[in-house]
């Protein structure tokens, strides 16, 4: 295993944040830029692999506002599963900077922030069957999309869930560029989201590949 360590570095404007963000442009409160699509877009910047632009296949699993990824990809012919987790907590460290009226308006430059890449190779034939069974997954998920069509058109209602595991899945493979949004709304494995089930069996991977020190 090998530890890598990626980081995003502060702009001028948060280096030099004071004549940027001039204090009487300072309330009380803050400046009031932080927002949830802010700091979602700064942990999907700071949680980019190393060297993204050299893999031909990468599958990655995220939460919601996690501060973690998992990523399946191939790269150089070789295959790996890498896992990135901010060492810092990401929200507070952006509220701190709101609140004194450092935190830049372009979330490009938003936030030095240290996150640690840790990765293991995988078999080529693991790699193939972890790919096979998303697509598959994929396959059935496009069914139930199509399944909920005509009901969704005749009722004009739709389930909303709340508190429940939800997770981001990118696939990108230089041709194609696939995000869904899994939600993991049951225990039944005979109902689960067929996405969900091939999430749970990344999370598994990833737990045994890095074990908790």
Known sequence: MRTLAAFI???????????????????????GLLTDAYYQAVLERALRPPNERMSLISISVSGPYAQWRLVL????????????????????SLADLDATCQLPSDVISAERLKVKWE?????????????????????QYASNVQARYAPLLATGTFSITFHVPEYTVLYDNRSEHIEIRAVDST???????????????VLKLGEESFPKK
């Open 73 to 92: 990809r191939e790269r150089g012919s070789k295959f790996e599963l890498l896992r990135g987790t901010t060492e810092s907590h990401v929200y507070e």
């Open 187 to 201: 225990p039944d494995p005979d109902k689960m989201d067929p996405i969900v089930k091939w999430t749970h069996s």
């Open 9 to 31: 570095f502060l702009s001028a404007a948060l280096l030099n944040g004071q004549e940027h963000n001039p204090a009487k442009t300072c309330g009380e409160h803050g400046q």
């Open 119 to 139: 990765s293991v190779e995988l078999p080529a034939a693991k790699f193939g069957q972890l790919h096979r069974e998303f697509t598959s997954a994929l396959s």
